[in-house]
């Protein structure tokens, strides 16, 4: 049975292989074919993108392939070539005093990244742009052939608005996810193959790659190796997230099934009450939680003056008490969304199914269990796993009530026990500019993430049988 299993497995891996590397054979049969069988005006696009749809009369298409070729080739090669030839070693002439004590500056290389970056993505740009250029003369060619007629620069215009009107729409989009997101996070990859940190910042001083010399100090238990510290924090960061999610989750229902049920006055009062602590800000109100149970704060003020306790007790300072407590506060965060979702959820179980259970005998719990809660975690299933990876990622709760704190000698990098790997990650750029290591930490959060999304997804009800509740 195991033989079958990991035959089969092996054979769906040569599949993928087999179908990538014959989709790359395609290309370049397509490509070969295309020259050999278009017209000249196809062959001298090959040469110039665009030229061949200009002296067909296409001028829009044709301008649109030229300008957008020699926009990239003008940067290749006009800008980005420099810093692509130091790409390899990020400079090797640093800053320095000369004999008259002036300082002169060598290389940056953080610029020589970025721009070498450019670079690159720009080259990869110009094959597809030509490849696109391509298939757009081959697409005419075939036109004529069959005795139609090509589009005019009109309908091309036109079509703009029309038929391609989504790819009008979503070119902006597209152009602002592909700078502000996908270039920032592979530069980001970049840094964590390289040893840029407080003693290698530009432009003063310059920086290396150091291969996965970083990666393997992530995973490096002894001296000051990062390993037992991030492990310490991964194991609570998703606790954390459990917690923060799944308690919220039915504290919440469970608060949304007592307003809606039958005879508690005021519904309206509740909900309201449950939204107006949705508008208050968080930044406002974490900050002022926080505050409350410090050593000084209201709640140890008046537990002293009541005389329940003798002394200040340590909310932020005992690490079980702090993972605790921002759980806690959390509930109060969390819990009125939650409300909100569930009210508006429970309303549409069909009332049928509670009267038939009832005549069979059922009690409130078994009601519960095989009704209500099977429903809404049907319905809200990728709502979970998204909260899930939220929480993961929670910045502003963790930050806010604690800064990770309290710190402790255990751990290292200003890490602290309460500390997210999203807030240790953003401490240890901001205060002791170690990109590196937080780019392998930005790293390893979006592998945890992946591979819990990646297994929930799957198994979630929601997607496995779709039609489960039809």
């Not at 998703?238 to 007592?258: C, E, P, R």
Request: charged share 15%; aromatic share 16%.
């Amino acid at each position: 049975m195991e033989k079958s299993i990991a035959s089969t497995s092996q054979k769906k891996r040569k599949s993928k292989i087999g179908t990538f590397f014959g989709t790359i054979g395609s290309e370049f049969k397509e490509i070969g074919t295309t020259f050999t069988q278009g017209t000249w005006f196809t062959r001298i696009s090959y040469l110039v993108p665009g030229l061949g749809q200009i002296l067909r009369g296409q001028f829009a298409r044709g301008i649109m392939f030229l300008l957008v070729e020699a926009g990239l080739l003008f940067y290749i090669f006009g800008i980005g070539m420099p810093y692509l030839e130091d790409f390899g070693t990020l400079g090797t002439k640093g800053s320095g005093y000369n004999d008259l004590g002036v300082i002169t500056y060598g290389d940056n290389s953080f610029f020589i990244l970025l721009y070498g970056l450019l670079a690159i993505t720009a080259i990869f740009l110009v094959i597809l742009v030509w490849r696109i250029n391509l298939k757009q003369n081959k697409k005419t060619d075939d036109l004529l052939r069959q005795g139609r007629t090509v589009p005019t620069n009109m309908q091309d215009l036109h079509s703009l608005i029309d038929s391609n009107f989504d790819k009008t729409l979503l070119a902006l989009p597209v152009l602002g996810i592909f700078v502000f997101t996908v270039l920032p996070i592979i530069f980001m990859i970049c840094v964590a193959f390289t040893n840029y940190d407080m003693d290698h910042t530009p432009p003063g001083k310059l920086f290396t790659w150091v291969g996965l010399d970083n990666f393997k100090e992530i995973f490096h238990f002894g001296g000051t190796g990062f390993g037992s510290t991030f492990f310490k924090v991964l194991a609570w960061t998703l606790v954390w997230a459990f917690f923060a999610t799944f308690l919220n989750y039915f504290l919440g229902l469970a608060m949304a099934m007592l307003i809606n049920k039958k005879g508690i006055k005021f519904k309206k009062m509740w909900r309201t009450i449950l939204i107006m602590t949705i508008a208050v800000p968080q930044f406002v109100s974490l900050l002022y939680v926080g505050k409350m149970f410090a050593a000084d704060g209201l709640v140890n003020t008046y537990l002293i003056k009541w005389g329940w306790i003798s002394k200040a007790i340590p909310f932020w300072t005992n690490p079980t008490y702090a993972q605790i407590l921002v759980i806690v506060i959390n509930l109060w965060i969390g819990i009125p969304y939650l409300v909100l979702i569930a009210t508006g959820l429970l309303m549409n179980i069909p009332a049928d199914l509670y009267e038939s259970a009832k005549i069979d005998g059922a009690t409130n719990f078994q009601m519960f269990f095989k009704i209500t809660l099977p429903y809404m975690l049907f319905v809200t299933g990728p709502f979970l796993l998204t909260q899930f990876i939220g929480n993961i990622n929670n910045f502003n709760v963790i930050y806010l009530l604690t800064q990770g704190q309290p710190l402790s000698t255990k751990l290292s990098n200003n890490a602290g026990y309460t500390d997210l790997l999203v807030t240790w990650l953003y401490k240890m750029t901001v205060n002791s500019s170690n990109y590196k290591m937080a780019a392998v930490i930005g790293i390893m959060v979006f592998v945890v993430v992946a591979v819990i999304s990646l297994i929930v997804y799957n198994m979630m009800p929601s997607v496995k049988d779709e039609e489960g509740f039809q």
